[in-house]
């Protein structure tokens, strides 16, 4: 280091710099991947049901009809013999 200590003030603000880039690019990686796991930046309604939640709430309720149409098909054959 140089004699008058300028030197150990630079590496300190090389130390800091560095960290805070890594900072910086952890956060950009982060919401890169909130972007990419949820499709939105956040603009939309959080308490809005998600694009998985209502494809797995249509499919429950496609599999609710399917059940009542086999009952009724079931309870039908029932009724012929």
């Known amino acids: 280091a140089c004699a008058n200590g300028v030197g ?11 960290i805070l880039a890594l900072v910086l690019g952890l956060a950009a ?8 796991l949820t ?3 956040g603009a939309s309604d959080p308490a809005a049901p ?3 939640k209502r494809q797995l709430d249509a ?3 496609r ?3 399917l059940e009542q149409e086999l009952q009724k098909s079931a309870n039908r054959a029932d009724a012929e013999r």
Do not use: H, N
């Open 39 to 41: 499709g939105t930046t």
């Open 8 to 18: 150990a003030v630079t590496l300190g603000a090389m130390q800091i710099l560095k």
């Open 50 to 52: 998600s694009q998985p």
């Open 59 to 61: 499919v429950r309720a």
């Open 63 to 65: 599999a609710g009809e």
């Open 29 to 36: 990686v982060a919401f890169t991947a909130k972007v990419a």
